[in-house]
């Protein structure tokens, strides 16, 4: 082969060493299987790391389909290219770079791990040396942690005398990928992003393949919609197979207390709506704050701060010393899961209706986040109001600590409805 006028690729029983000019103990094929790459004194060292991934039986969501997408598109004899996956651990990066690992190893094609810091020459010889194979960067920001030596490698990557490779990188962000990859399809046709929250879809189709109770469905829908950022698939099926058995949530959230995953959410009495019943038109200009606060699963106090006007110059949006703002604590107790929801009345500066329900709680529906805008007072000096935005509000069903200051849950904000956009502060 031609190569071995430049290159010989020296077989041991662990191990091979690519360098040049060496004559002995050659090989012409390089064995299908996963090689760690590294330098060593005797030249490149690639080391026999395991004949393929050890892979779960069960995927979940989009997988497979990428995985076909990918393997469709990659030809032996045709230009290399290039696959970018990004996200947080444990979010499925891994398992799909594996996955396609083990079917380059199908085609009796070798996997390539780069662990360790090595250039664009060195990776660069291995290739020659190998042809078609699948060379893989996990964690690329961990292995080449400055920017510049990770823009070193643009030269491999863009190298057009290479057939048949295809390259994978891993990172846990995708600010670890030069803007010389990103957007660049001809180099790395696959940017792939793993959202930071777990889809509904995508946890139906792992329940369902897991064979969760269909009693503990809205336990777990609650866990994703609560979580977010923090559950990965890593935790989220941990918890369901640490949990196989189980009666009930409760159960659930008590296996959960010890293992080292987000805490599994226990019903509880929490404020699903706030409504407000009638507002006095000398009152209609200035907004209102609700807010909560869990003692315990079956006891709360409500908080209802309401503006009455603003002051010349400024208006505090919290309650405090200012007399302007109004304060009211409502404090309910005892209630019994068996009622499943109780309707409050409570008359301010406004009328409000504040519904309760028994449940896991993870947000309060059509609640309106605070906004400020600023508007000329008559001394011609700026004053602020309350101005008006639509979201949904996020509460945590366990301690009422997500959203507020202490373990404060901020629940709704009223504000003038004037037509103008509010500016948000």
Same mark, same amino acid.
């Not at 004559?23 to 590294?38: C, F, G, Q, T």
């Given at each position: 082969m031609d190569r071995k006028a430049s290159i010989s690729i020296n077989n041991f029983d662990n191990h091979m060493v690519i360098r040049m000019n060496d004559?002995?103990?050659?090989?012409?094929?390089?064995?299908?299987?996963?090689?760690?790459?590294?330098i060593g004194r005797p030249g490149i060292i690639m080391v026999k790391d395991r004949p393929n991934f050890t892979l779960p039986q069960l995927r979940f969501g989009k997988h497979n389909a990428r995985v076909k997408q990918i393997t469709a598109s990659y030809d032996r004899f045709g230009k290399s290219n290039g696959v970018l996956l990004h996200g947080m651990k444990g979010s499925g990066k891994s398992l799909l770079a594996e996955e396609l690992g083990n079917w380059m190893i199908a085609q009796d094609l070798p996997v390539i791990m780069v662990t360790e810091p090595m250039g664009a020459e060195e990776?660069?010889?291995?290739?020659?040396?190998?042809?078609?194979?699948?060379?893989? %960067?996990?964690?690329?920001? !961990?292995?080449?942690?400055? &920017?510049?030596?990770?823009?070193? *490698? =643009?030269?491999?990557?863009?190298?057009?005398?290479?057939?048949?490779?295809?390259?994978?990188?891993?990172?846990?962000?995708?600010?670890?990928?030069?803007?010389?990859?990103?957007?660049?399809?001809?180099?790395?046709?696959?940017n792939i992003g793993f959202g930071s929250t777990i889809d509904l879809d995508t946890l139906h189709d792992i329940m369902a393949k897991m064979q969760v109770s269909e009693h503990l469905h809205p336990? %777990?829908?609650?866990?994703? !919609?609560?979580?977010?950022? &923090?559950?990965?698939?890593?935790? *989220? =099926?941990?918890?369901?197979?640490?949990?196989?058995?189980?009666?009930?949530?409760?159960?659930?959230?008590?296996?959960?207390?010890?293992?080292n995953v987000p805490d599994f959410p226990r019903m509880s009495w929490y404020v699903s709506n706030v409504e407000v019943t009638n507002t006095p038109e000398e009152y209609a200009g200035f907004g209102y704050h609700v807010m909560t606060m869990r003692h315990s699963s079956s006891d709360l106090?409500?908080?209802?701060?309401?503006?009455?006007?603003?002051?010349?110059?400024?208006?505090?949006?919290?309650?405090?010393?200012?007399?302007?703002?109004?304060?009211g604590l409502l404090s309910i107790e005892s209630l019994a899961e068996s009622e499943g929801k109780r309707v409050i009345e409570y008359q301010g500066y406004r009328g409000f209706r504040i519904t309760l329900s028994y449940g896991f709680g993870h947000e309060v529906a059509s609640a309106s986040l605070m906004a400020t805008e600023?508007?000329?007072?008559?001394?011609?000096?700026?004053?602020?109001?309350?101005?008006?935005?639509?979201?949904?509000?996020?509460?945590?069903?366990?301690?009422?600590?997500?959203?507020?200051?202490?373990?404060?849950?901020?629940?709704?904000?009223?504000?003038?409805?004037?037509?103008q956009q509010p500016r948000l502060m």
């Open positions: 004559e002995s103990n050659l090989i012409d094929h390089v064995p299908a299987m996963v090689y760690k790459a590294s990776l660069g010889i291995i290739i020659k040396a190998i042809g078609p194979c699948m060379v893989y %960067f996990d964690e690329f920001g !961990k292995v080449y942690d400055e &920017k510049p030596a990770r823009e070193r *490698l =643009l030269s491999l990557f863009s190298d057009t005398s290479f057939q048949g490779v295809m390259f994978v990188i891993t990172g846990n962000e995708s600010e670890e990928f030069s803007d010389y990859l990103v957007y660049r399809p001809q180099r790395f046709r696959y336990a %777990f829908e609650a866990y994703v !919609k609560r979580e977010g950022g &923090k559950l990965n698939f890593d935790s *989220l =099926l941990c918890v369901i197979r640490e949990s196989a058995g189980c009666k009930d949530a409760l159960e659930v959230a008590d296996v959960c207390e010890i293992l106090t409500i908080k209802v701060n309401e503006a009455r006007k603003a002051k010349d110059g400024f208006m505090s949006l919290y309650p405090g010393p200012d007399p302007e703002l109004k304060e600023t508007f000329e007072g008559s001394n011609g000096g700026k004053r602020l109001g309350m101005g008006r935005s639509h979201s949904e509000a996020v509460i945590d069903s366990s301690n009422g600590e997500r959203g507020g200051a202490g373990n404060l849950s901020d629940l709704a904000f009223g504000s003038r409805d004037n037509g």
